[in-house]
């Protein structure tokens, strides 16, 4: 694949500045605030460490949360987890102030400065085009400063924020390795994949995914589609079937009723290319009870998909070329309800196909499964993959793309 825009291997970085734009938005423990899960900061030091031995001076630009959320905080704990990867990193609690400016300065060649979380600006977040987030502070305090910009956060790259795409407009710019691995492994399952393909949809995320439903299918990109989680209730009360009351009203809390028109739409022109739970898996007072579809509905939540369904889904993976992932088929948060996800996971290692998995807990969830390392390609995007899953365009990428 030859990328339409710049990477690391196209600039000389020897002693040169370079703003870097990671993607190290953590999870956090709700009371300490701590970091529960590193695996975008240890990603994102490949990059750093990268550019450190090519004897650049970088300085890093990331965020935590968003201003009123519980995990929006500063950067001290996310140094610390740094600091493991990169082991002379400096930190400073400021963006665009005198006390970031003079530690820029004082930056020598193959060394790396992290500012505070760039989301304590307002500005960051406004949504603009990259010219116009160029005449703002961020862009206009920092850029002389530096040689060129580096944008490594595909995972923060579907917002048209001012770190993402501001510099782009002022700086010679690239992708970052992370943005690299990600564009090249989704190229090969959108634009291009091996037949058959088949896509694997549950996840928080159900309004976003009905689009990546619509997209795939109706390109044919993805041969079939096989749906876990509250999407696949959304498409089986769209089918007919009655889920009980306790899961319809779950359906509307969650916003999703109104998805049922969609879904009913889309099985009208492509009920052959989705596959949707034979059976579910309920909690019954903590404990994980199965149930036949033909059997509902019940007054106990769904939970998981069934035995049945994994093994027809696994059977359906074991014959597929190409597999893409986007979100657990169950509450993986709660063991009873992780063994779906899981043994999904497990079949599609064992299948020669090439496979992408993302959404939340996805790398957590692999390494439950014991299958870590066995998957092609592992995405740690959340929005941005649903984004581009759905065809959209991204405007990280796509101001990367005018830097020519």
């Known amino acids: 694949m030859a990328l339409n825009f710049k990477t690391l291997d196209d600039f000389d970085f020897n002693g040169r500045t370079v703003i870097l734009r990671v993607d190290i938005n953590s999870p956090l ?4 605030l701590e970091i529960i899960d590193d695996s975008r900061i240890r990603e994102h030091s490949e990059t750093i460490k990268e550019l450190l031995g090519k004897n650049a001076k ?18 001290s ?12 990193l400096k930190y400073v609690n400021d963006i665009i102030g005198l006390n970031a400016i003079n530690a820029i300065r004082g930056l020598k060649p193959g060394e790396a400065l992290l500012l505070e979380n760039v989301r304590m600006l307002d500005e960051e977040t406004e949504t603009k085009t990259a010219e116009e987030h160029a005449r703002g502070m961020l862009v206009s305090t920092l850029a002389p400063f530096a040689d060129f910009f580096v ?53 928080a995320k159900a309004k976003e995914t009905f689009k990546v439903v619509e997209n795939v299918l109706d390109k044919g990109i993805a041969d079939k589609v ?16 009655r889920l009980g009351s306790i899961n319809t009203k779950l359906i509307e809390e969650k916003g999703l009723g109104k998805f049922r028109e969609t879904a009913s739409k889309i099985l009208g022109k492509h009920s052959q290319n989705i596959m949707l739970p034979y059976d579910y898996a309920v909690d019954v ?28 889904f696994s059977r359906e993976l074991q014959k597929a070329s190409t597999i893409v992932f986007n979100g657990p088929v169950g509450v993986f948060e709660e063991d009873a309800f992780a063994k779906g996800t899981l ?3 497990r079949a599609a290692a064992s299948s020669k196909a090439f496979s992408v998995v993302g959404g939340g807990h996805s790398i957590s969830a692999l390494e439950k499964a014991g299958v870590y390392g066995k998957i092609g390609f592992v995405s740690t995007a959340g929005g941005a993959l649903i984004s581009y899953l759905s065809g959209e ?12």
């Open 29 to 32: 423990d709700p009371q300490t």
């Open 393 to 404: 365009k991204l405007p990280g990428v796509e101001a990367l793309k005018t830097c020519q």
């Open 77 to 88: 704990r996310h140094y610390r987890a740094m600091l493991k990867y990169v082991p002379n």
């Open 226 to 241: 096989l749906l876990g989680g509250m999407i696949a209730q959304v498409f089986h009360e769209a089918a007919g079937f």
């Open 285 to 312: 007072d903590g404990e994980r009870v199965e149930y036949m579809v033909s059997q509902l509905p019940v007054e106990h939540p769904l939970k998981d998909i069934g035995t049945e369904t994994i093994r027809v």
């Open 151 to 203: 944008n490594d956060a595909f995972s923060a790259s579907h917002r048209a924020h001012a770190s993402v795409i501001g510099f782009t407009a002022v700086l010679a710019s690239a992708a970052g390795r992370v943005m690299e691995r990600e564009l090249r492994a989704l190229e090969k399952v959108v634009d291009n994949p091996s037949k058959p393909c088949l896509y694997v949809l549950g996840g």
């Open 58 to 75: 970088v300085v890093i630009l990331g965020h935590q949360g968003r201003k009123g959320d519980p995990d929006f905080t500063d950067f």
């Open 343 to 345: 043994e999904l996971y």
